[in-house]
């Protein structure tokens, strides 16, 4: 589920703004770890030697295939999730309301 935003509104404005900057903090530590994640991966599966400093026509079709896969991946994941927490918001409201109602 999303975080209640009714409980955000509530909140005095400096606890807003350290929220909201511990957010952030959250989203590029993750973005470096998925940046960290991709280059490891494409590294070890596409680069063949230290020969040289330059890649060669092979490892950089390698490479490019690897990160676009990879971000396809991650992304169609992203998807999945936000259809599943969709789909469990969905839910919660629905036991909410028949709660409601005492069915």
Same mark, same amino acid.
């Not at 998807?79 to 069915?103: I, L, P, V």
């Given at each position: 589920? &999303?975080?209640?935003?009714?409980?955000?509104?509530? *909140?005095?404005?400096?606890?807003?703004?350290? *929220?909201?900057?511990? #957010?952030? $903090?959250?989203?590029?530590?993750?973005? *470096?770890?998925?940046? &960290?994640? #991709?280059?490891?991966?494409?590294?070890?599966?596409?680069?063949?030697?230290?020969?040289?400093?330059? #890649?060669?026509?092979?490892?950089? $079709?390698?490479?490019?295939?690897?990160?676009?896969?990879?971000?396809?991946?991650?992304?169609?994941?992203?998807?999945?999730?936000?259809?599943?927490?969709?789909?469990?918001? $969905?839910?919660?409201?629905?036991?909410?309301?028949?709660?409601?109602?005492?069915?």
């Amino acid at each position: 589920m &999303n975080f209640p935003l009714d409980s955000v509104q509530d *909140l005095p404005d400096d606890a807003k703004m350290a *929220l909201a900057g511990a #957010l952030e $903090q959250m989203q590029v530590r993750d973005s *470096l770890k998925m940046y &960290n994640k #991709l280059v490891e991966r494409c590294f070890q599966e596409c680069v063949e030697d230290m020969r040289s400093k330059a #890649l060669t026509g092979k490892e950089e $079709q390698c490479v490019s295939k690897c990160c676009e896969k990879f971000m396809h991946v991650t992304a169609r994941v992203g998807m999945r999730f936000q259809e599943f927490f969709s789909q469990m918001e $969905q839910q919660a409201a629905a036991a909410a309301a028949a709660a409601g109602t005492g069915k």
